[in-house]
Structure formats: structure tokens, C-alpha cells
């Protein structure tokens, strides 16, 4: 539950590797399928399996995997360095098959990366829980392999993607329980992790103002044959799909990976719309539906095993893992261009004229100080060479170091 700000400040080691300067293209690269399906076979996805509740008599409290799942994702977050907490919540008279039922021992798992010197908050969640046999007209137990540990494992290979860089803003992971029950971990997080009180904010409660965005995978491994490689931005209102947030995302879809972007309304079934409701800019990534699964008449399912036994990673040819590991490059692509990762600087030797060049994507709005040392040893004084402010524009920052005059050896580049 501690919580623990990372430093306002990050030594780029320069080194001879790149003849030109990381890109977050280089970042989004780094997602992999091996990777991803890592984190999806973790979560329980065989036949049998079940991230549910128990069924019977109040109180229904975590069964089968659900809690083993839970673990899975506080460990993940706990290895990659995140600020790492568990978001526990109850719920009482919760309608189901017509009766009454008091929910007990929920969590929502949430991993915090901290930003350097940005106020600004992006979230990127998804559900953790599988509908259970105590759910209207289900009577038996649901891996969820692609509702939704296809979300949580593409968040969880984001994070993983991008736990050693520094971003200028905040990210926050959350993986939802009891979406399946009428979102009620969202609507949880929201009615107690945000505020509308600036000075009331602490590590585990946040200024919704400075929440910039809230992405909610939920489905992203099923690729419909009859749509190939599309996935939907599904905006909550029907006919305003070409919101900053969209658009964003769409953007990051064409940038970084081989899907086919489609923007669509209508969204209104699960977590984003708390966020939502309480005025983010929130959006449903989700895997390509031709009609909006929720407003069409009758309801028009694509997958075939939503909902059903049969949502497992043990149904022949039905999980796609390079389809959910391209939808994962979109959303740390997005991340990277939003929150502003702040790349690391490449040294660019130019033998022939005796210079060398430091060169770097810059993150807009950071600032970059350029340092030199005479010597090799760490403890040596660093000299202040030279400032290059900040910008509003990504572009690339380039110093050009002359061998014949400099009396520096070493060098490094600061962010401010
Ligand atoms: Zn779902």
C-alpha cells in the first residue's frame, strides 16, 4: 500500500548501439506474441476453469480461479515495478434470476506508474472476472478466455512493454472485478478512487480533472473471420465516434500495427461507462462487431462462445493471439504518444569528421539538459553543457559534439 513517486529526473546512458534514435514504434515492437499469450494462460482459461462466484445463498464470494487470477495480476504488477494495490469492495441486494444476493470479498487490482513532473492521468482497464453459474440462464462454468482475460492480458503485456521507460504522466492499470455483475468494480473505483477536490488527492485517489482518458479492453482475441483483423473503438453514444479519444486511438491503430481501425457508437456495457458517466473520456476497444453488440435487435453476438463453456483457449482455432497482440500494440502506442514517454538519447558516432551526435525523440513538454564529465568514474562532477527546452511538438533533438575541441569524455542527457 506504499506508495512511492519515481524521480523527478532520468539519466539517459548513452551508448553505441542504434544509428538512429528510439522510436515508439521500437516500444510498441516490443510487445510479442510469446509474451501475451504468457499472461492470457495465466489468468485460467482451459475448459473447466472460472474466474466466478460461488452460487447459492448470500453471501457469493469468490470460487474456482477467480481469486488465483487475482493473485496473478497483483504479482504481475508487484514484478514490474508498479505501484501496486488491491481495491476491495462488497455489494448487497444484487438482483439475479430473481432473488436477492449479497456480494462479498471483491477486489480491483490496480498498478500505478507513476509520471515524472506531468500531472496529467491516463487509465487503461479491464475485467478480471468471468461470468459465473449463479448468472441468468448460465449453468456452467466460463474460462473467459476472451471475456475478458484477452483484455487483461493485453494490459498486463502493455505494462510489460513499458515498465523500464519513464513517462512524463501517470498510468494507471486497473483490472476490474464484477464487471459481469453490472460493473460493479468500476462503478466502485470511480465512486472512491476519484475526486472532484484537488487538495483531497492522495496516492490512492485521484483528481478526476487531470484524467485525460479511460481505454477499456474488453475482448480482443476472437477475429472474426467475416471481419478480419478490424477492431472497434466503441464510443458510448452512437453517433459521436470521432471524439479526440477515437481519433487518437485510431491514429495509434494505423501507426503501429496491421489492424483495420473501426470507429463506432453506441458501447454502453462495461467498464468504461462509469468513467464515463462521471465525464472522462472513455472509450470500449473491442474486437470487430458489425453491428454494436448492445443497441442491435435482437442482440447480435459475433463470437459464437461468448458467454458460453466454450470461451476457452481449448477451443480449436478461436483465440487468436496475433490479432490481441496487434490490438495491444495499438493501446501502448497510444500510451507512449499520450502520456509522453520520454525515450532515451543514442549516441551517433561520425568517425570521418571526429564528431559524434546525441540524438533523441523528445517528449513534448520536457525539457533536456546535456551534461559532460572528463572522466570515467561515476563519482566525477558532471558539467552543465547545454539546455534544449521544451517544445510543444515531437521532433527529434540532435547535439552535435566536436572531438577535437571537447575536453568531455563521457556524456549524458537529463529530462527536467
Ligand atoms: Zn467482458
Redesign the pocket.
Known sequence: MISIRTSLSLIFLLAVTNSRAETISDITQAVTINSYSNFHTGLFVADGNSRGFTDGASPRVPAYQHDPARDFIRDTFLALGYDTWLDPFSFNSYLEDGQFYDYQGCNNVIGVKWGSGGTNIYIVGA?YD?VDSGQSGINFLCP?AD??AS?VAGMLESARAIQNYTFRDTIIFIAFDA??KDYRGSKHFVDTHLTDTPGATNSMLFYKPLIKSMVNL??IAYNDPANGDQIVLGSRKKNLTDSPLSLALEAAVLSYTTLVPFRDGGYNA??HLAFYDAGIAAIHVIEHDLEDYWNSSPPFIENPHYHKATDSIDQAGYISYPYATEVTKSITGYLCEQAGVILPATLIPTVTTNTFEICWSNTPGVAYSLYGTEGLSPSNLWTFLQHMPATNVQTELAVQIDLNTSTQHIFKVISE
Open positions: 475485467h468471468s473467459g471475456d475478458n483484455g464487471e459481469e474488453d475482448m462495461s467498464d
